[in-house]
């Protein structure tokens, strides 16, 4: 049963699975935003859909200083998405920050989250995308970017088996800005490329742009404001895709 105006009768969910690193699952400050507020708008808790609140994807404490849950992306992403389409948006967070993509590989755990998390989602909706940002994890090591495409693919084929073949997928863009410290600008740039040609090789995949997109001050999480902006982007990739 769904509660809390999120109920089945009132019409169909449309749900989004949120998987990645830190930059999906947000590291905003919420001070820095007004909060989204759209009675159209859920999220997946304990099997059953809430309306939304951030943190969306609370993989960290919601407290500190410089790393905690807070504004993501897929705010905007839904609050755009159900005012275009004029029906209940639902998002599943399975992001876990600073996680690499082998660790999003078919068997693994995150994986197998993921998939348990949609089925479970797809009870009571219709699952219609998925929302992915992660890489710099991978930034650091020749092998691990060099390879990142073929990785990908063959996790995100095997979800599409266990999920439905047809499911859009929108790749974030990495930062093109991270803090010189953090030593990531260059794979970075590397990975932007090489997501580019994910999208031309896997079907139904598109990428978000990050260009102007501003970052908190630890150099390396996008700020508030940006993963507004962020989250707008996702929603015109992934509008695209679905009109196709």
């Known amino acids: 049963m769904l509660k809390d105006g999120c109920e089945a009768g009132t019409g169909v969910i449309r749900s989004f699975l949120m998987i990645g690193q830190s930059n999906m699952a947000g590291r905003g400050e919420f001070a820095d935003v007004e909060p989204i507020r759209n009675d159209l708008c859920c999220m997946l808790r304990m099997g059953r859909w809430q309306p939304m609140s951030e943190p969306i994807n609370p993989d960290r404490a919601i407290s500190g200083i410089l790393y905690h849950s807070g504004v993501g992306l897929a705010a905007s992403f839904a609050d755009e998405m159900a005012k275009h389409t004029n029906t209940k948006i639902g998002l599943i967070p399975c992001a876990d920050g600073g996680?690499?993509?082998?660790?999003?590989m078919p068997g693994e755990i995150l994986f197998d989250h993921a998939v348990m998390q949609a089925k479970l989602a797809r009870r009571t909706s219709v699952l219609s995308g998925i929302l992915?940002?992660?890489?710099?994890?991978?930034?650091?090591s020749d092998e691990r970017v060099n390879s990142y495409k073929e990785r990908f693919i063959t996790m995100i084929t095997r979800m599409r088996q266990e999920l439905g073949s047809d499911i859009p997928v929108v790749i974030g863009e990495l930062s093109r800005s991270y803090a010189p410290k953090h030593n990531l600008n260059e794979d970075a740039a590397r990975l932007n490329k090489i997501f580019c040609e994910i999208a031309e090789e896997l079907p139904?995949?598109?990428?978000?742009?990050?260009?102007?997109?501003?970052m908190k001050p630890d150099g390396v999480h996008f700020d508030a404001a940006a993963c507004r902006v962020f989250g707008v982007r996702y929603f015109e990739k992934m509008l695209c895709l679905q009109s196709r």
């Open 99 to 104: 996680t690499s993509l082998s660790q999003w």
């Open 132 to 140: 992915w940002h992660q890489g710099e994890a991978d930034c650091g």
């Open 204 to 214: 139904c995949c598109a990428v978000a742009c990050s260009e102007g997109l501003t």
